[in-house]
């Protein structure tokens, strides 16, 4: 009896197992139909001088638009991407459609603006990640300057060599790097010299209490003195509220992204709001 519940009890075990594992196959499979076919979606939120509220870029956030499931956010499935390798076919398609935005707008005749492009840490390890980007750009005869690119924390220290390296050949080429999400990392100090960085964006959990909360107000504060003392230039995310903007411009941050301004558009909701503002 104790042997039979026993098998059971494994039964049942390897039987969960299965599924889960199978799930994220299954998972993986779809992601990989949904890049090499029509499912991904580039949206684009605007990014704000907080004195002029003129639009200074756009940062590039990409939608997995699921046939069943609807839509799903990146948070969702970046992390999948980056386990499976799949993350390098993800950035190159990511580029590959912010430039052919770029110079869809150039056509219409709209000055052009900095597309921001979030890369993965993974993206990173890949030796040829930086060569590869510089190809994609080329390909679509887009100009450098046109293109910044977006690095978090989270798994650059993995490979920091190869990080710097990467990074700096991208600054070679005349791209623009930002640290995201800046202060939610390890080491966010030591290495911030190390890095070829232009900007830096402070992240949305220290705005988002912004009048409230003192110690946010103060860490948000020391960020902004010690980024304009590395001669970088500073943004603020997930700006909601027209007392967050105030107190940013108030401190010398001079730029600014998030819903108080717009959310990410697509791009002809993008020019819709363009010429709406
Ligand atoms: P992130 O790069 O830090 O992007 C900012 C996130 O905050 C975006 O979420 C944006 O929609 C959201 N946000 C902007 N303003 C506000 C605001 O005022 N309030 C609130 N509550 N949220 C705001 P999203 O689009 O879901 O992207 C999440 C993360 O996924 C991004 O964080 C980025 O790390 C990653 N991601 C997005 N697109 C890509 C991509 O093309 N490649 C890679 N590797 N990662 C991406
Ligand atoms: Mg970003
Ligand atoms: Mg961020
Ligand atoms: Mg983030």
Known sequence: QVKQRGRDGYAFYARHLTTAAMRKAEMEAELHKAITGDELLLLFQPQIDLDSEQLVGVEALVRWMHPVKKMIAPDLFIPLAEESNLIIKL?????????????????????????????????????????????????????????????????MLEDMDSAIQQLNKLRELGIKIAIDDFGTGYSSLA???????????????????????????????????????LGMEIIAEGVETREQQKFLQEHQCGLGQGYLFARPLDAKSLENWLDHS
């Open 91 to 155: 950035g190159e398609w990511v580029l590959n459609r912010a430039c052919r935005q770029i110079n869809e707008w150039q056509d219409m005749g709209l000055t052009p603006v900095p597309v921001a492009i979030n890369v993965s840490g993974v993206e990173l390890y890949n030796q040829s990640f930086a060569d590869s980007f510089r190809e994609i750009m080329a390909t679509h005869g887009i100009n450098p300057q046109l293109i910044k690119v977006e690095v978090t924390e989270n798994h």
């Open 191 to 229: 290495y911030l010299k190390k890095l070829p960085i232009h900007q830096l964006k402070i992240d949305r959990s220290f705005i988002k209490d912004i009048p409230q909360d003192v110690n946010d107000m103060a860490i948000t504060r020391a960020v902004i003195a010690m980024g304009a003392t």
